[in-house]
C-alpha cells in the first residue's frame, strides 16, 4: 500500500488559517474514521493532535480542528503561532487491519 | 505519568539480527494494543506493526512480514521487536507506541532507538 499523499510544504502568517489535506482510497481514509493527525517537532517524538478524524485529545488547543469528505481529510490550524511551526502527518486505520501514514508535511510559520 | 523508553537499537551488518525492547510503566500494559513505528533519517513516518493485549493477533507492514516479529509480556510491561535479515533500508529510529484498539491512534510514544544496519 502506498503513503497516503500530503503536500509536502505549506506556510502562513502569524494569527492567519491554514489546511493540510491528507488523500488516501476508499480502503483507508475513506472507509473508516480512524483518520488521525500527529505533530512533530525537530528531535522529538509525534505528538497527537487529532483522532478518529474531528477528536482532540485532553491538552490540545482547540485552534487544531479535523474534517473528512470522501477519500480526503483535512487538518486546519487556526491562528497560527510559531510553536506551530513543525511536521505534521496524517495516517489511518486500512481495510488490512494496518495503518498507513501519509508522508508529512512541514509547515513554516512566516 | 505514562511512559515507554525504547531500547536495543545500535549498528548492525546488512542480513544480521537485533531485538529492540520498549519498557511501559505508568498504565495497565495489558489493556492496550502496542505498535512499533520506524523513522528513516529525514524521512517520514512508516508504521511496522500492531500486537493485541494477548499477544495473538499481530499485523504488520508488508516490507517486514517474514522478518520481523512483534511480541509482548505482560508479566514485565515489555514490548518487543525481533528484527531478522536486517537490510540498509530497515535504518530508522524506531518508536513504540500505546494504541487503545486496533485503528486507534498511538496516544503515547516513546523517545526512539536508533537501528543502523550498514556493513
Known amino acids: 500500500q502506498s503513503a497516503l499523499t500530503q503536500p509536502a510544504s505549506v506556510s502562513g502568517s502569524p494569527g492567519q488559517s491554514i489546511t493540510i489535506s491528507c488523500t488516501g482510497t476508499s480502503s483507508d481514509v475513506g472507509g473508516y474514521n480512524y483518520v488521525s493527525w500527529y505533530q512533530q517537532h525537530p528531535g522529538k517524538a509525534p505528538k497527537l493532535m487529532i483522532y478518529e478524524v474531528t477528536n482532540r485529545p485532553s491538552g490540545v488547543s482547540n485552534r487544531f480542528s479535523g474534517s473528512k469528505s470522501g477519500n480526503t481529510a483535512s487538518l486546519t490550524i487556526s491562528g497560527l503561532q510559531a510553536e506551530d511551526e513543525a511536521d505534521y502527518y496524517c495516517s489511518s486505520y486500512t481495510s488490512s487491519s494496518t495503518v498507513l501514514f501519509g508522508g508529512g508535511t512541514k509547515l513554516t510559520v512566516l | 505519568e505514562v511512559q515507554l523508553v525504547e531500547s536495543g537499537g545500535g549498528l548492525v551488518q546488512p542480513g544480521g539480527s537485533l531485538r529492540l525492547s520498549c519498557a511501559v510503566s505508568?498504565?495497565?500494559?495489558?489493556?492496550?494494543?502496542m505498535s512499533w513505528v520506524r523513522q528513516a533519517p529525514g524521512k517520514g513516518l512508516e508504521w511496522v506493526a500492531n500486537?493485541?493485549?494477548?499477544?495473538?493477533?499481530?499485523y504488520y507492514v508488508g516490507s517486514v512480514k517474514g522478518r520481523f516479529t512483534i511480541s509482548r509480556d505482560n508479566a514485565k510491561n515489555l514490548l518487543y521487536l525481533q528484527m531478522n535479515s536486517l537490510r540498509a533500508e530497515d535504518t530508522a529510529l524506531y518508536y513504540c507506541?500505546?494504541?487503545?484498539?486496533?485503528?486507534?491512534?498511538?496516544?503515547?510514544w516513546g523517545q526512539g532507538t536508533l537501528v543502523t544496519v550498514s556493513s
Open positions: 500486537i493485541e493485549q494477548e499477544g495473538s493477533d499481530k
Open positions: 507506541g500505546r494504541v487503545r484498539f486496533s485503528g486507534s491512534p498511538l496516544d503515547s
Open positions: 505508568g498504565f495497565v500494559f495489558s489493556d492496550y494494543w
